[in-house]
């Protein structure tokens, strides 16, 4: 079965430092992993994908994430965060011949500090 | 349209009312998928479509639920004699062809139902 751990509920940073948001993922085969944002009161909105192509994959906004199988991670990072960056985020695997079904991980709420 | 539309964007109904959730999805999607997304809870899967017919209904939480879809287009989620547990936010997305793992669902802005 396909399943993600975000390591995290809640992260705190201030403007301007990097942001590492943690994701593990569990799966019997290459999985497909992506990472959505949710804003207060608006909908979900694809960050990134990862689909067996390139490990490092960079998404909107300077958001990037590296796929490392030998530690089954997807961290999202982000070399400097700004205060528009703060939200809910979720780190998903795609379950294979399921209709693309998406599972999601419980979702890491940012805040970004003046 | 030009994304994903819900109505009613919020919902508050007495425990025991039947309650019907819609969502249109973007034109020419043949994928619509429902999620529910609960306090503390993360987003739960729901159902899928593909066109018309329902492949996977494993999320459904009881008998109490039940979608449908017509035409390829809208789908209603149907909640009947709701509890109070039932109170999330419900949200629908759509896609191109299900099953492409793409993973680029187009997500609605949610319907918050909160039952009394």
């Known amino acids: 079965a396909q399943s993600v751990t975000q390591l995290d509920s809640h992260v705190s940073v201030s403007e301007g430092t990097p942001v590492l948001l943690r994701c593990n993922y569990s799966s019997s085969y290459s999985p497909s992993l992506f990472w959505y944002v949710q804003h207060p009161n608006k909908g979900l909105q694809l960050l990134l994908k990862?689909?067996?192509?390139?490990?490092l994959v960079k998404g909107i906004n300077g958001f990037e994430a590296e796929f490392k199988k030998s530690e089954t991670s997807f961290h999202l990072t982000k070399p400097s965060a700004h205060m528009s960056d703060a939200a809910e985020y979720f780190c998903?695997?795609?379950?294979?011949?399921?209709?693309?079904?998406?599972?999601f991980g419980q979702g890491t709420e940012l805040s970004v500090k003046p | 349209g030009a994304g994903v539309s819900q109505s009613p964007s919020n919902k508050v109904t007495e425990k025991g009312k039947d309650v019907e959730l819609r969502c249109d999805p973007i034109?020419?999607?043949?994928?619509l998928y429902w999620y529910r997304q609960s306090l503390g809870q993360g987003l739960e899967f729901l159902i899928y479509?593909?066109?018309?017919?329902?492949?996977?209904k494993s999320g459904l939480p009881s008998d109490r639920f039940s979608a449908e879809r017509t035409g390829g287009s809208v789908s209603t989620l149907t909640i009947q004699r709701t509890q109070q547990e039932d109170s999330a936010v419900y949200l629908c997305?759509?896609?191109?062809?299900?099953?492409?793992?793409?993973?680029?669902?187009?997500f609605g802005e949610g319907s918050r139902l909160t039952v009394l």
């Open positions: 034109s020419g999607h043949t994928a």
């Open positions: 479509f593909q066109g018309n017919s329902a492949p996977d």
């Open positions: 998903v695997v795609s379950v294979r011949d399921q209709g693309g079904k998406l599972i």
């Open positions: 990862y689909t067996s192509a390139a490990t």
């Open positions: 997305a759509s896609s191109l062809i299900a099953g492409m793992n793409t993973g680029e669902l187009f």
